[in-house]
């Protein structure tokens, strides 16, 4: 039998941070949220937003990129520069339609992107399948370093060196980095890397694979020739 601790755990409703500057868009998030059984927090700017996503540790952050104070996309950096919180699921709300915002906020590290106007039910839906796929032990357990030429990550402390030199990645980039190593000599195609790194409900556009590849080989050199591009299909790695 659990503790009581563990047994309180298992109960306690999963914290959304819910990030819009729009009251009557935040009430309504927060409305269905609560219908589901998730516990909502509000925040109106950037600046609050940061504050809270350190002091309550939310299960996911929902984050609209036209903010006072601070825009979405600092602070979405600003999560994932803090190792804290850094690997907290982000969805992106917008009224924007420009693709170039929408491939800067994925680059930075967002797990899925929804354009207004959204249906509410259509939110809550896709925060379940990211916490579902967040969840520990939902997806088959990695190596716990994977090692290529003289490149080591080490997947638990999330770190990645290069000639025994830390490089930074963004959350995508190192996930894309991990599903190339565990299937090293086998092409992948986009559809299959979005699927890994984004699941399966996203509605990421395939070229943001080829952003995301374009900086890993800008910040690591040598993948740029260990990271085949297959011509009208995707990736591999050639084998070490």
């Given amino acids: 039998m659990g503790s009581a601790s563990e047994n309180l755990e298992t109960t306690l409703p999963r914290t959304i941070l819910v990030v819009e500057d729009e009251k009557e868009i935040q009430d309504l998030l927060a409305h269905y949220l609560r219908k589901e059984g998730f516990s909502p927090v509000l925040a109106s700017d950037g600046e609050t ?7 309550e540790k939310p299960d996911l952050i929902l984050l609209d990129i036209l903010l006072p104070k601070a825009d979405g996309l600092e602070v979405l950096r600003a999560i994932r520069s803090d190792g804290t919180i850094s690997r907290t699921p982000v969805v992106m709300l917008t009224a924007k339609g420009d693709e170039t915002d929408r491939i800067v906020g994925l680059e930075l590290g967002a797990d899925d992107y929804i354009p ?3 249906s509410p039910r259509e939110v809550v839906a896709r925060i379940k399948a990211i916490l ?3 969840r520990p032990g939902a997806q088959e357990p990695e190596p716990a370093t994977l090692t290529y030429r003289e490149l080591r990550m080490d997947v638990g402390r999330h770190e990645v060196r290069y000639q025994g030199k830390p490089v930074s990645l963004t959350a995508k980039e190192f996930r894309i980095l991990q599903t190339l190593l565990s299937s090293s000599g086998r092409v992948l195609s986009r559809e299959a890397i979005l699927s890994k790194v984004w699941g399966e409900d996203t509605h990421v556009i395939d070229r943001t694979v080829d952003v995301h590849i374009a900086k890993l080989r800008q910040k690591i050199p040598f993948l740029v020739k260990a990271i085949e591009t297959v011509k009208d299909v995707g990736y591999k790695l050639r084998e070490s």
């Fill in 49 to 55: 937003a940061i504050i809270k996503a350190r002091k």
């Fill in 116 to 118: 207004k106007p959204f």
């Fill in 132 to 134: 579902r796929r967040s």
